[in-house]
Structures are given as C-alpha cells and as structure tokens.
C-alpha cells in the first residue's frame, strides 16, 4: 500500500504563559492509504494535536507533513481551508451539527464549499444518509435524534465530499457501549468498503479493537515496534 | 472552491436562524437602539417641525423693513415717519389705490398651555388693515376678521388648540383691557397661525405703546422687486439703520436660530444614546460569537473560511440593528409625527408647530443604526474570524 501521510521530523511546542510546553520533538511517522488507526494515550499526551496537525487545523513548528505526497505544511492559511474541505472529514465527540439546521442540510454543509448543483449536492447528500443508515431521518433536526443518530448525522457529514481521511476525535465517547460499537461498526464499513483513512483517537480499548492498529502515544512519543508493524 | 459569497450566505442563514436562540440578548439589542432612534428621531422631527413651520411662514414676493441687528421682531423698532417713507417705495403693490403695507407691533401677552396648565409667553400682534391682504394663505375659519378700531381679536387655529381661554365668541382680559375674539383664522404650517391679531392703533394704545412699531411688512409686485426695493431703500438716508429683506429670507434666519438648539440637543443625545446602543449591540455579539464557538470552530475545520464567520457576525449585528432602526421609526410615527406641540420661538413667544418626520431625517436615523450595526459587530466579527478551527475549540 502506499503512504497517505507521512510526518517527518515534526516538532510542535506551545507557551503558556513563561513555560513552553514541548509536544513533539521530531516525530516521524507514517499511515497506508486504507489504513484504520486507533491513537490512544493518556491526556496531554499529544492525540489531539497530532490530528489537529494530520487536519490541516494547526501547522508544526518544523518538519514535514505529507500527504499524498503534497506537503501540506507549506499550504497558506485559506489553501489550508480550502484543501481540509476536500481531503478530509472530521468526526467529533459531540458531533457538532448545527442545532437549527436538518440531519440533510447539516450534511450538506461541506458541499456548500464546492461548485456542486444544489440538485447534486441533495443526490449526494441522500447517498451519505443512505450509507449511515438515516435516509428516513432527513429531514429531522438533531435534537429530535438520539446521539448515536446525530453521530451517524456527523459521519455522513464527513464522508459527503467524498475525502481520503477521515479523522476521528472520541467518536464514542458520548455514547453508550451498544450505540458506540453500531458508531465503530459503520467507520469499519467505512474503511472497508469505501477504501476510508481513518485515524481515531480513543480512550476506549473496546473502541479501539475495531481499528486495524493501535498505536500508543505518551509525551508526544508513539511506541516504536507499533509504529514499525 | 465555491465563491466567498456562498460561504458567506452558508453563515449568515446559519447566524440569522439561530438568533431565536439568544433571543433575550437580540431582543434587548434591538430595543436599545430603536430607543435611539425614537430619542433622536424625536428632536430631529421637532427641530424639522419647527424650521418648516418658522422657514414656510415667509413669502418671497413680501419685503419685511426691521432694524438692523435685530435677531427678531421683538427687538426692532420703526418709527411713524419711516413707515409713510417705505409705503412710497419702488415696485409696491396697489389695492384700490392704496399701497398693501402693515406696520406691526408684537408684544407678549401670557396664555395658559392646555397640556401642562402653565403659563406661557403667547405673541399678540398689532397689524395694519391691510395686514390681512399681505398673508394671502390666510384664511378666516370661523367668525370674521376684527373692525378696525375696535377691541377685537381673531385667534389662530394652532394656538387655540394648544392654549385655553381664547376661544371664538370669548371676551379675555390682557393687561387690563378687554377683548373680544371674533374670529379663528388658520394658516397652516405658518408661525402666524400661533399667534393673536387685533388692529395695530388699538394694541398701541391698549399696550401704552403709542406710536410704536416694530416691523413694516411691504407687499410687492413679484419676488424679483425685493432687490430693487432694498437698494432704493439703502440709497434713502431717511431709512439708515432699517434691513429690508424679503419674509423668506428673514422667516429662513428665524428658523436657523430657532433649530440649532434641538439639532444640537438630538445629535449630543442622540449620540450618547448610540454609545450605549453600541455597547449593547457589542455585549450582544460577542455573546453570539461566544455561544457559537464551537459552532464557528465547526465550521471553520470542515473549511469554511474566516471571512465567512467575519461576515456573518456582520450581518447579525446590522441585521438586529436595522430591524432596532425600523422598530424606532415606527415608534416616531406611531408617538408623535404630525402631533402638535409648541415651544418657545426665537421671540420668546410660544410657537406653535408638528412634528415633521422627513424621509431625509428617517433615512439619517437608519444610517445611524446602521452605524451602530457595523461598529457593534465588527470587533465580534473579527474575534469570529481569527477563531482557531482546532478541535478543541470545537469540542466546547
């Protein structure tokens, strides 16, 4: 399989305050086109700004980010924006939809940044329902869902502009362990069927045996051996 | 990419709909500004009001002769001889043979205000008997015009609605003598129409004034005479020390002294209260921009752009304030435009007036709340723009 990403040497540091906080120092790695990655580790200890970096949604300090080999630390603030909304699709731990907008117009929302037909962008919208199982629910606003409902709303959401990557921050950790597997079964589909990156960052060891490797992170460090299965 | 323009539109709906959402905050935001704008539309209609009464009281073709340096009538002083002098003039106009000219004398007399019950300076004037002929928009509505000569009044329309105790048939006692008003006269959007008329010999006499007069009104052929009639009168050492200037022109002046004061009231108000306003309008918008965070944040990762969120806030900010400007102008309407009320005139005499809401004044209001939009989000705006799209923010 080909590399998707690739990271090299990546440092990042924050200062808070008079103290600066290192994160990564020349982290090197990288992830198959395919690939379904479970990020675990204790907190602070760099998931959240590794997917932030992986997203486009925060730059390294030094080093490198490929992806598709195009590097995309080297993007302009608005070539960033407009190359996140191509490439890839977020998925939150609190879904994040909008609470006045439909399960179909909250899809629709990535699609507003294309050149689509608005009748085109409802044929996809309905296909990313369809996948997630929530055709019938178009129309319904996400306070008349359940969270597993609004977390399938989140995923069709992510998946209608058709990205290579989909990143994944505690996709379950709002939900109960039945909703939670039938959220991870539909992300494994994802990336079975549909050929769908996804990286995952998860608290949850039950979450994480649905992705095809885990990889352990503490103070801005992956373990070795997993890296290099 | 699709244009900036559909980006802007994706949140500004968003921004818009969910407004029910932080409805007491909106709410109040577009109260205080339409407070605004009613407080300023107030006294900028008053002041309107009262120019278009005092600057629509004068005719062109009509030459008024006052002393010179004489704010108003009050202060001006022509003697008997220069009167029979200005009648002989240039360009004067006849009826049956005799030159349309009133000598005037305007003193104050004291009225009691129906709204309040107090007392208030009213003007009482003295005309000519051909006082009458020079105002040709006035027109007598009830009872008749005074017999020269005699102790009788007519009473405008404004100041009996806005004064007791002058009512038609009624006899009054104004500094110990007695009168009898015998006639209501109107003359609409005109400062006479505030005043009391009775014959000039009388009020002369009645006032211990004899002899006295204060203005000379000159009825002349056409507005274009009015020059002519000035330069023969400037060229007659006889008249030194008179003005003579067309009613238009002198009524134009009263007007800008009369005004300045309620201009200058509703801008140092009506900008105090837009300062507010806006503080209102900003504690609003960022309280939007902080319970949209994470929804900014949201949006901002799947690639919305920032000038997005920036416009967005924008247009919620003017958006509460117009619908604050337009809510204001209806309360100007409703409360008070085209309502009577008086005021003190430039003679320290009671004015009778409506007030005058323009389309210019009503446009100047929007613009002001619309200014008070653009400053109340632009700060909000630019904090929704340089929002970071990073997942912990969207996580709340």
């Known amino acids: ?229 | 990419m699709a244009s900036l323009l559909d980006q802007i539109g994706a949140v500004t709906s968003l921004n818009l709909r969910s407004i029910p959402q932080r409805g007491a905050m909106s709410v109040a935001s577009v109260v205080a500004v339409a407070l605004t704008i009613a407080v300023l539309l107030f006294f900028l209609a008053l002041a309107n009001g009262l120019r278009s009464t005092v600057e629509g009281s004068g005719s062109e073709d009509v030459a008024i002769a006052i002393r010179e340096g004489s704010n108003a009538e009050l202060n001006s002083v022509v003697t008997r001889d220069q009167l029979a002098i200005l009648a002989t003039g240039p360009n004067v106009a006849q009826r049956d043979g005799v030159p349309v000219v009133s000598g005037e004398l305007l003193v104050i007399v004291d009225g009691v205000k129906r709204s309040s019950g107090t007392n208030a300076n009213m003007p009482f004037r003295g005309i000519g008997p051909e006082g009458l002929a020079l105002r040709r928009s006035v027109n007598i509505t009830q009872g008749r015009m005074f017999s020269p000569g005699t102790n009788e009044i007519v009473v405008g329309a404004g100041l009996l609605r806005e004064f007791s105790g002058f009512e038609f048939g009624q006899t009054i006692r104004i500094r110990g003598g007695e009168w009898q008003v015998v006639g209501v006269f109107e003359a609409p959007g005109m400062v006479f129409e505030s005043e009391l008329w009775a014959d000039i010999a009388v009020t002369q006499s009645l006032f211990n004034r004899p002899n006295v007069y204060q203005t000379m009104r000159i009825q002349l052929t056409s507005p274009a005479a009015v020059q002519a009639y000035r330069t023969w009168a400037e060229g007659d050492t006889r008249l030194n020390g008179l003005e003579i200037l067309s009613e238009r022109d002198y009524y134009a002046r009263q007007a800008s002294q009369s005004t300045q004061g309620f201009m200058a009231i509703a801008w140092i108000l009506g900008i105090m209260m837009a300062i507010g306003a806006l503080a209102g309008a900003l504690n609003t918008m960022y309280s939007s921009v902080a319970a949209r965070a994470s929804e900014i944040a949201t949006l901002r990762i799947i690639g919305f752009s920032g000038w997005a969120a920036f416009f967005g806030t924008m247009v919620e900010a003017l958006a509460l304030s117009a619908l604050g400007g337009v809510l204001g102008v209806i309360i100007a309407f409703v409360a008070f435009n085209g309502r009577t009320t008086s005021t003190l005139g430039s003679g320290f005499t009671q004015l009778v007036f409506k007030f005058d809401l323009s389309p210019s004044i009503i446009a100047t209001a929007i613009v002001v709340a619309i200014i008070i939009g653009l400053f109340g989000g632009l700060l909000p705006g630019i904090r929704a723009a340089r929002q970071r799209p990073q997942l912990e923010l969207a996580s709340g």
């Open chain 1, 1 to 229: 399989m080909t590399d998707l990403i690739r990271l090299s040497d990546v440092e990042k540091s924050y200062v808070r305050g008079k103290e600066k906080i290192v994160i990564f120092d020349k982290l090197t790695m990288r992830i198959e086109a395919g690939d379904f990655v479970a990020i675990m580790g204790p907190s602070g200890s760099g998931k959240t700004t590794l997917l932030n970096l992986l997203g486009g949604t925060d730059r390294p300090d030094k080093g490198a980010i490929e992806f598709d080999d195009k590097h995309i630390e080297k993007l302009s603030e608005g070539q960033l924006t407009a190359w996140r909304s191509v490439n890839v699709g977020f998925i939150f731990q609190f879904y994040n939809l909008m609470p006045i907008l439909t399960a179909a117009q909250n899809v629709e929302l990535p699609l507003l940044l294309t050149k689509l037909s608005p009748k085109k962008r409802r044929e996809n919208v309905a296909t990313a329902l369809q996948i997630v199982g929530l055709e019938d629910r178009a129309k319904h606003r996400p306070r008349e869902m359940s969270g597993g409902q609004q977390q399938r709303v989140a995923i069709a959401r992510a998946i209608v502009s058709d990205p290579k990557l989909l990143l994944c921050d505690e996709p379950t950790g709002d939900l109960d362990r039945t909703t939670a597997d039938e959220i991870l079964s539909t992300l494994q589909t994802l990336n079975r069927e549909l050929g769908k990156t996804i990286i995952m960052v998860t608290h949850d060891a039950e979450a994480a045996k649905f992705a095809k490797r885990v990889l352990h992170l503490d103070k801005g460090r992956f373990d070795e051996r997993e890296l290099a299965a």
